[in-house]
């Protein structure tokens, strides 16, 4: 009889000096002597000694040498060699393999193994669960409700009874569990094996892409400025406002929680700026707001908490000179709608050459700098409070039921910015763990060199544009009717300046820029972006300080209800009675109820200054600037008040005679 070749000299066998290593100092040790007996054993045996020499130093026969290193270069289940775990005394490698079919009577013993004997017997059976496992129409979903077990087990069921198990009363029909731990078992072991194609049908699309992440290391350095994370964060606490009850007193109404957005640079983690988004949803003025203030110069809030005081190192990037209105690359946002809005994306493109970066709705870890500060802003911030909502319904912070039901602890909105702005501000200024234990402006003090090539800063002028609305409207007046020139934008109708007599301006097309935050008055361009004057709102839209998302809200809530502002009286004041009417009457504040509290905040500001001048825009002064003078009629029309024509003498008058112009030739 032929002697066979050794082990270490067959074709595929893998030297000892690949093998997977093993670490003893966890055994026993007894296990442990004989581990690196049977170590050294395999290592001799692998170099070609002779077994006389391997019985000598080792104490074990060539027989069982061999039979250690046929242990050592089994295949696993990840098809990868066993290595030197096979040189471990008394351990089992493999399931057991179970050679009997199982027994037919019903019997609480004598199944081991038997589930894998089926699947070995009857391929088909696991054809038939792995279809299920793999199928792109099953209804295998995250929060579907129905367990991946479940449907495996209907189909290994069906299957079984289709091979005729279930009329001979064959396992697993004969069982009172039908199998469905075993089943359960194997689809635990399955789903690691195969998670590259059950990752997305199972665990959903966002899993799945972090699960075909890498660890890290080929992470593209950003330079400054070159990425912002914006977002939106919803606070965690309960939001109210003091209402003046029809009997006299104040009584507190609970109104809907705030959102934020904010913007943060994603190498030194700094937040550059941020907006207070007053309506139920933000929108895209909101985020055109937290770039203004993340471009113009910060000053700290003193309105509402004035024992607050700010430590020394708390502040804002743009109180930095060097980096005051500096630009960036690239704006990373969700699949919101603001961040679509065609006005975000032309005014990136236009003032800083920046790119929007959509990435998918709902995924944190695609903006992981921007949510992990909303984690420590509401930490430092609003979870310290005693009405916070927490993070989520069985969070141990969240206010106790009845005060929530009572508002015994809810915030007075007016004392969010202040809180927001504070809590923002220390941020910056605390040490950051991911930065070596420096501040975020720190960092952007010592790393200023490091800043992206393409990044400008911005003109106070250019930041100031993030504030106006640009519209191009035509003329309309008639000369023959005396109607006044006018333009019509928003739901108000625009007159004065150079509108005032501007007859030959009726019927062209013109350029109207408007402050967002306030409306009362506008500037008007030609088209070939020529400065023509100042125009105001004609009544009732003149008098107090509002936004143009306000006066598009109480247009709504008037076409709505059918009312009609009599002689042009306040349309504000109106709707600011008819809300707290109903926050009075227990009811949900209306949308737009906190743009009208700063509106009218506003407008006691500038009552309470000796001088009396609208806010001054960032255009250079026109002719005819002063603010005019309006009539209004009995019928409720109203018009300019202009000074009438002087006469002319009667001399100079030239009466014609009667006939038609041809006659008197």
Request: aromatic content about 8%; glycine content about 8%.
């Amino acid at each position: 009889m032929a002697k066979s070749r050794p082990l270490s000299e067959q074709q595929g066998a893998l030297p000892m000096d690949q093998w997977p290593r093993f670490d003893p100092t966890g055994l026993s040790e007894t296990h442990r002597v004989q581990f690196l007996r049977n170590q050294n054993a395999a290592r001799l045996y692998m170099k070609g000694a002779a077994p006389k020499q391997i019985r000598r130093e080792c104490g074990l026969d060539a027989a069982q040498v061999r039979r250690l290193v046929a242990r050592c270069l089994q295949r696993g289940a990840d098809d990868q060699v066993v290595g030197e775990a096979g040189l471990v005394p008394w351990r089992r490698l493999g399931a057991p393999c179970r050679v009997k079919p199982a027994p037919r009577d019903e019997t609480d013993t004598g199944y081991a193994g038997a589930f894998s004997w089926l699947l070995r017997m009857y391929p088909s059976v696991e054809a038939a669960m792995h279809a299920v496992l793999i199928d792109p129409r099953s209804r295998l979903r995250p929060g579907s409700g129905t367990h991946p077990c479940h449907a495996v087990h209907a189909a290994f069921l069906a299957e079984c009874a289709r091979l005729g198990l279930q009329e001979a009363g064959a396992y697993p029909f004969n069982t009172q569990s039908l199998a469905v731990k075993s089943v359960a078992a194997y689809v635990r072991r399955y789903l690691p094996r195969h998670l590259a194609q059950l990752a997305e049908p199972m665990l959903g699309s966002a899993a799945a892409a972090k699960l075909r992440t890498g660890d890290g290391r080929e992470r593209p350095s950003l330079a400054l400025f070159e990425r912002i994370e914006c977002d939106a964060h919803l606070l965690d606490h309960a939001i109210c406002v003091m209402v003046r009850h029809p009997d006299g007193h104040y009584v507190q109404r609970r109104l809907h929680r705030l959102w934020v957005v904010a913007l943060v640079e994603v190498r030194s983690r700094a937040v550059l700026g941020y907006s207070l988004a007053l309506g139920r949803q933000p929108n895209s003025r909101d985020l055109l707001d937290a770039l203004h203030m993340a471009l113009s110069p910060w000053h700290r809030y003193q309105r509402f908490l004035p024992d607050w005081t700010y430590s020394p190192l708390a502040g804002f990037p743009s109180e930095i000179a060097a980096l005051r209105g500096m630009g960036f690359r690239q704006l990373s946002v969700d699949g919101a709608r603001m961040n679509f809005a065609k006005d975000v994306v032309s005014r990136l493109a236009q003032l800083m050459d920046a790119e929007v970066v959509y990435l998918n709705r709902g995924t944190p870890d695609d903006r992981p700098y921007i949510e992990r500060f909303f984690l420590a802003m509401e930490a430092l911030g609003f979870h310290r409070l005693r009405g916070t909502t927490g993070s989520h319904a069985q969070d141990a912070r969240r206010a106790r039921e009845i005060d929530r039901i009572t508002g015994r602890h809810w915030l007075d909105w007016q004392h969010v910015p202040a809180i927001l702005d504070h809590v923002i501000a220390e941020y910056n200024g605390a040490p950051h763990s991911g930065l070596g234990d420096i501040s975020p402006l720190a960092y952007l003090e010592q790393m200023g060199d490091a800043l992206h090539p393409q990044c400008r800063q911005l003109s106070q002028d250019e930041i100031d544009s993030l504030q106006f609305v640009m519209s191009t409207t035509v003329v309309r007046g008639n000369l023959s009717k005396g109607r006044a020139p006018y333009i019509e934008f928003a739901h108000a109708r625009y007159m004065g300046g150079p509108l005032a007599k501007g007859y030959n301006l009726v019927g062209q097309r013109v350029q109207l820029r408007v402050n967002a935050h306030d409306a009362r008055f506008g500037h008007l361009f030609s088209l070939r972006g020529e400065p023509l004057g100042r125009v105001w709102a004609a009544p009732p839209w003149h008098k107090v300080p509002h936004a143009l998302r306000l006066r598009v809200l109480i247009h709504k809530k008037t076409q709505a209800r059918a009312r009609h502002t009599a002689h042009y009286g306040d349309p504000i004041a109106q709707f600011a009675a008819l809300s707290e009417e109903a926050l009075a009457r227990g009811r949900v504040a209306p949308d737009g109820y906190l743009a009208l509290q700063r509106a009218l905040a506003q407008r006691a500001a500038e009552a309470c200054c000796s001088e009396q001048c609208l806010p001054q825009a960032n255009a250079p002064e026109l002719a005819g600037s002063s603010p005019p003078e309006w009539i209004v009629d009995s019928a409720g029309h109203a018009a300019l008040r202009q000074p009438l024509p002087a006469p002319r003498p009667a001399a100079q008058r030239q009466l014609q005679p009667p006939g038609r112009p041809e006659d008197q030739r």
